[in-house]
Nanobody, 118 residues
Framework: QVQVAESGGGTVQPGGSLRLSCTAS????????MSWHRQVSGQERELVAQ????????TYADSVRGRFTISRNKIGNTVYLQMNSLNPEDTAVYYC???????????WGQGTQVIVSS
């Protein structure tokens, strides 16, 4: 059983910063890619940023490029999302997704709320 746990959400003023963390764990789990997605109520979930564990290549949504940075720990089962220059449009529930090496099975976390408001 693979568990994906996010932390670090909260409320911040426009222009502020937050750092989200996500750890995927399981007795035989090895990550191929980890990513952050966000969803606003009534809208589709969208990709925010992704990092591949082998190689460390990253992908960002246009709306966050230059403001958000995704990174991972050495073994690749923990990822971080540093979010700077936040604006109200970044308000959403942020979900972490871990894709397992081999079969490519995806595992999702429960989500963490980010609110950007003055």
């Amino acid at each position: 059983q693979v568990q994906v746990a996010e932390s670090g959400g909260g409320t911040v003023q426009p222009g502020g910063s937050l750092r989200l963390s996500c750890t995927a764990s399981g007795p035989t789990f090895s990550a191929y890619a980890m990513s952050w997605h966000r969803q606003v109520s009534g809208q589709e979930r969208e990709l925010v940023a992704q990092i591949r564990v082998p190689g460390g290549s990253t992908t960002y949504a246009d709306s966050v490029r230059g403001r958000f940075t995704i990174s991972r720990n050495k073994i690749g089962n923990t990822v971080y999302l540093q979010m700077n220059s936040l604006n109200p449009e970044d308000t959403a529930v942020y979900y972490c997704k871990a894709v397992a090496a081999g079969w490519g099975t995806a595992f999702w976390g429960q989500g963490t709320q980010v609110i950007v408001s003055s």
